[in-house]
């Protein structure tokens, strides 16, 4: 089987890919300091080197109250003294050969609560319930997972902490702090910015009904629960395009909530088609939430294919697409235009080399991603992501292959990609 096909470089607007295979966004859960650390970045490293053509971050909180509001894990990116560490990261992105891209949250929403127990907040004061039902079908995954006291509530149906609603200003508010953090994300040299509107976090909150019951301009029809995701993918390419014209602009989606009474693929449809007329570059397709845990990461390969296709065709834009496990699948995908980007999260922990071990026509050597949970669940209490497949991971930052190894530049090399002596748009050289 010839794979060539998947090493074909693509454009994500202004952004030149060397292959189809991308790291998806992955919460390895190892900011000890809040800041990416350099096991994060051997992390990276690691993926980098696998040969996938981006890497992206996990979710990355983009404004104060998003950071709080989930208890202060994961990573933040507000302030500019936050920049030198993602700097860091991009760097050692390249350095391995790999575009950099961002996961850029507004938070959690009913899905999280401040350190402090107090509330967080969420599109509507409706607390988060966890569906046993939409658990997968696995041994041991339900029995582990309702062990867990904030687990236990959720499932009763009532969230630990019920959330506080926004207000409209404070919405208008958050969406002006993420658009700044897009700026300082590209200052950091990132490739990509992506907008996290998937999985139940905030802004996919603010697309169901089930969880935006609101009056004002954010709440009622689709058009207004998807307001905010409109108005904040247009603000952010509107910024990028003016400051930082090298970085494309996606927006990750949920195809479908697979939730009784959520939203369906058609309203998803018609939001990328609204998110492709202000200026996103590409999509990036994923489906559901914790409310359906089986079909967020499910047992069965593909899953998502045709929600890509469906995306890809509506817009004519580039889309990634999540779920694929096999490398038959990888090859289909991007042969028969269901996507044009594979996204992997969990094969890549289980075995950061398969895009190389592809190239290599080397698919007997490729350590199989089983989908046992065992990372999944180890990310419900906030633990680090461990593969009992792969021992490395978490402790790449112990294994000298993926330091990021010196480079000589030139003063114009030295500086983020974004940033350039040379573009006359004022001040001059600084030698």
Known sequence: MGFEALYQPI?????????????????AVQAETGLPTEQNYAYIAARAKGGAGIVHTGSVQGTPKAWIGQSEIQHP?????HVGAYAELTDTAHAFGAKAFIQLSLGLGNRGYKADGSPGWAPSAIAKAELPGGMPDHEGFRTYFLRLPHSKAMVDGHAV???????????????????????LAATA????????ACHGYLLDQFRSPLTNIRTDKYGGSVENRNRIIVEISQK????????????????????????EGGYQFV???????????????????TSSSRASFKDFVPDIDGTNMKYAKGIKEATGLPVMCNNLHEPANYLKAIEEGYCDIVNMCRPLIADPDIPNKVRANKIDQIVRCTRCYACTLRLTVFIPVRCPLNPNVGRERYMPEY????????????L????????GEGGTDAS
């Open 236 to 259: 952010t390419v509107e910024a990028i395009e003016t400051d930082f014209p090298e970085v494309a602009v996606g927006v990750r989606l949920s195809a479908e909530e697979h939730v």
């Open 11 to 27: 454009r994500l607007g202004p952004v030149e890919v060397k292959n189809r295979f991308s790291m998806a966004p992955t919460s």
């Open 403 to 414: 330091l990021r190894p010196p480079v000589w530049q030139t003063k114009e090399e030295m």
């Open 416 to 423: 983020p990609a974004q940033i350039r002596w040379d573009r």
């Open 161 to 183: 902490v019920p959330p506080r609603a926004y207000t409209t200003e404070e919405i208008e508010e958050e969406i002006e702090t993420y658009v700044a953090s897009a700026k």
């Open 267 to 285: 309203e998803t449809r018609d939001l990328a088609v609204e998110l492709a007329a202000v200026g996103v570059h590409y999509f990036d397709i």
């Open 189 to 196: 040299g990132f490739d990509g910015i992506e907008i996290h």
């Open 77 to 81: 990116l507000y302030d500019p003294t």
